[in-house]
Structures are given as C-alpha cells and as structure tokens.
C-alpha cells in the first residue's frame, strides 16, 4: 500500500511544543486540525491539547495525561511515557511557526493526492461529460489550494509595504509616486488597466482592470458586438496584448470579416458580397498582413457550457498569457448540468465568469441581451433590471455598459449616433453617458465631437420636459 505524503518528525516537534509552551499550545491550535495529523496516536494527542486550550488551561504532560484518561484514550495514544518522549523532542518553541507550515504542506499533499485517485476512479469509468469531470476535480483542488495556502489575512502595514500585495511587491506609496511623475511628465492620467481606445471613457475610469467583470447590454441590433470588437481591435491590435474571444453567435470566419471592415472602413456587406474595387481589395490585403501578426484567438466551437469555457480560458492564460476574454454573449450559454430554472443557470453562469476573472487576474468582457421590457417602455431607455434572465449578472458584474441608438427607433433623433450609458462602476466614478459616433456598415465606433458629449452629459444629469426618458426628476419638471 502507498503511504501518503507525511512527516513524522515535524508532527512530534509539533507536539512536543504545545506540551512546552503557553504560545505554541494557542498557536498550533488555531492554525491546524486533527487532520493535518497522520498518524493516529497523533490525532488523539492533538485534540486533547486543543481541547485544554479551549478551558484555558496549560498542557504540561500530567493535565494532557488527564484529559486523555477522561475519553480513555491515553493507552491508544501512548501512555505518558510517550507523551514524554514528545516533551522532551520538541526542545525548543521557538521555531513551531516553520514546524506547523510544514505540516500543513504535507496535509495539501496528502488530501490532493486522495483528490487525484478519487479523480483517476472516476475516470475509469468513462464518464459522459470528462469536461465536466475535470472542472469538478479542479475545483476540489483549488479550493483545497485556498484553504492550505499560508495565511490569507494581510495587515495594513504589510500590503502598504508591498509584502501581501495582490499587485505588485514595490511598496504601494512608491507606485502612487511613479504616477504621480508620469502624471507630471506626460500630462495624462496613469492608467492602471487597459485602455479600451475610446478617449470619453478612459479619462473618466478604467473598466478592463484586472479581475473585472464588464458587460456590455443592448437589445438586438444596437451595436453591442460591434463595440466589443472595437475594444479588442485597441487591445489587441494597437497595444498589442493577447486576447480572446469566446464567440456563441457567430462562426470565426465571420468575425474576422468583421475586423476586416471595421479596419478598412469597407462595408461589410460589399465584402460579403464581393463589390469590390481594386482598391478596397488592396486594403483588405494590407489589413490581412496585420490581423495575421495579431494575437486574436478565437474559439467559435465546443464552448458552449460554462465549463467548457473555463477549461479553455485556463489553458490559454497558461499557454498565451490572455489579457482579456470577450464572450458573446452570455445568453447563448449554458450551465454544466441539470438546473431549476433559466434564471439560476444564467445566475451560476454569471458567478462562475466573476470568480474566474478573479482566478486568472483577468478582465473578462461579457456582452448580455436586454429583455423586452426596453422596447415597451416610453424612451426606450434601458435600466439595470433589464438584464435578461437573471438579476445576478447585475451583482457579479463590476461594470456594466448599456448600448443605445436613438436612431433606431426614430430617424431624428441624433442619427449615426451612439449613446454608450455607464450604468455601473464598482470601482469608479465616471460619466452616466457619453456619445460616440456609429458606422453600421463597418461596425466602426468613433469619438464625437467635444459639444456634443457635454450636450449629452447635461441631459443624462438634467433631462429637459421635452425628454422622452423617464427619469426626469420631480423638481425639475
């Protein structure tokens, strides 16, 4: 039989400190468990001392003796002759932190080991969904992981001093100095995420920080998947940083052609239909050439359920080191397994995406349909609670954007516009709205003028009477 990771020495040294010291007594036992114990005389040992701890007595050998001959178990662990032999191998205390970190490695060792050969058995019996399987089985590790890792608690001090920084390990006052110089330097704001391209927005907030979860919300044909390319052609194509996109809706032959357009400012229905001029063929060619260097990776097949996305996601920070994850669009997803409703499914769905862009220190990009409800309402102005099929996407998203054309529903109303509505920011402050111009022949989204994003700043703050929207205050009306 294989023994499982343990070290003998380490659990006697352990104990034989408690049995000597007031402090190693009350630390060992608030940091471990009778589990993190191998053998079992050890285990028997281990409780008796946690248990004088709790009653606030001192565990010397004679009150460990007494305890253990309360629950008659002081033969099973040894007798006071080995309880002696404990005392006297500990020798000193001082070190019983190192002690118990080892411990505590031989416990993560020893129960992911038992995860792995539970894993191995499951395994073999051929399972119907291994994609399935294996997010179960990662899941059991990671929280094993969590659990085992050295101590997640952080003072202020420690992470003011870099040392429990979840960002970096220079000092947090020295990084606030380097931007503040890049601040004096330069004349522009320092960014501390990606900047999406679009000028309106990044001067107000950064919404791609790392372990942001951001959706972009629109009813059908308002240009939501045509925004996301824009932000993925800025991310990828002008910083050229890795990123990927999970596509539900639409093949990966059609979305590069996508790219093409919104590149070469060519409709992209003349590319679909091949009217094209010699010169729009050569812009084609020299756009290829630079989409081919790009690191755009796309998945438009097997990456319907939640768990099939996660596994490719985790494989593609390994292995291109991803800045940023687009999917479209959560919807057209589905759960890993049976559920009550749609709404849960999508709730699960949603706290997944949240926990794994927290996992890979990642944003993630999800672009969301709204329900019907905006189409019904007088303005059309889309509201929090028309994220479709669950309101937890609401909850577990950082930042939502909602897309809105006037123009589609009344011509007049600031045609080849774009008002793109920051409906949340968890982490900043920000515009309510800004406009952006839209080419729905290309897809391509660009700034507008100066005057007519303060118009629209005015209105999202102080609707005027004339405005269709419904959230014109009482007082101003």
Do not use: W
């Not at 049995?19 to 060992?28: D, Q």
């Not at 281990?46 to 001959?69: M, Y």
């Not at 089985?137 to 992981?145: E, F, M, T, V």
């Amino acid at each position: 039989m294989i023994s499982t990771p343990h070290c003998k020495d380490s659990e006697m040294m352990v104990l034989g400190c408690m049995l000597s010291s007031r402090f190693a007594l009350n630390t060992a036992s608030s940091a471990l468990d009778s589990e993190d114990f191998y053998f079992l005389e050890h285990q028997i040992i281990f409780q008796a001392l946690k248990s004088l701890a709790r009653k606030g007595k001192p565990a010397d050998i004679h009150l460990t003796a007494q305890e253990l001959k309360m629950s008659s178990q002081l033969q099973t662990a040894g007798g006071v002759a080995y309880l002696t032999d404990l005392a006297q191998f500990a020798g000193t205390s001082a070190h019983v932190h190192e002690y118990i970190e080892i411990l505590k490695a031989k416990t993560y060792s020893r129960q992911a080991y038992l995860i792995l050969e539970e894993g191995r058995k499951e395994f073999l019996t051929d399972p119907s969904d291994p994609n399935e399987l294996a997010e179960k089985y990662h899941r059991k590790l990671a929280g094993l992981g969590k659990r085992y890792s050295s101590s997640e608690k952080a003072s202020i001090g420690e992470i003011l001093s870099g040392a429990k920084s979840r960002i970096d390990p220079i000092p947090l006052i020295e990084r606030i100095e380097e931007r503040q110089q890049y601040y004096q330097q330069v004349g522009k704001p320092f960014m501390t995420g990606i900047p999406t391209g679009f000028v309106e927005l990044d001067r107000e907030t950064t919404i791609l920080e790392e372990t942001n979860l951001v959706v972009i919300a629109a009813r059908p044909a308002m240009g939501k998947t045509a925004l996301a390319i824009n932000i993925i052609n800025h991310v990828c194509l002008e910083q050229r940083k890795p990123v990927a996109m999970f596509s539900l809706e639409m093949g990966a032959d059609q979305l590069v052609e996508r790219f093409l357009s919104l590149r070469t400012n060519i409709a992209g229905e003349k590319i679909k239909r091949g009217a094209l001029s010699d010169v729009d063929f050569r812009k084609l060619r020299e756009e290829e050439e630079v989409l081919r260097s790009a690191k755009l990776f796309v998945h438009d097949q097997n990456c319907s359920t939640i768990t099939q996305m996660v596994t490719k996601a985790r494989r593609l920070k390994e292995e291109e080191d991803v800045a940023l994850y687009v999917i479209d669009y959560l919807q057209l997803m589905q759960g890993g397994g049976r559920s009550e409703s749609r709404q849960y499914e999508v709730a699960e769905i949603s706290r997944r995406l949240k926990l794994l862009a927290m996992e890979l220190k990642t944003p993630f990009i999800c672009i969301s349909q709204l329900s019907r409800k905006v189409e019904e309402r007088q303005g059309h102005r889309p509201m929090m609670s028309d994220l479709r099929d669950s309101g937890q996407i609401e909850q577990d998203s950082d930042v939502v954007l909602f897309v809105q054309r006037g123009d589609y529903y009344n011509p007049q109303d600031k045609p080849g516009m774009a008002e793109i509505i920051v409906a949340k920011n968890r982490n900043g402050g920000g515009l309510p709205s800004f406009l952006l111009q839209f080419d729905g022949k290309c897809g391509k989204f660009g700034a507008a003028s100066k005057e007519t994003n303060q118009k629209a700043v005015k209105e999202a703050f102080y609707p005027t009477r004339s405005s269709s929207r419904e959230t014109t205050h009482p007082l101003l009306k």
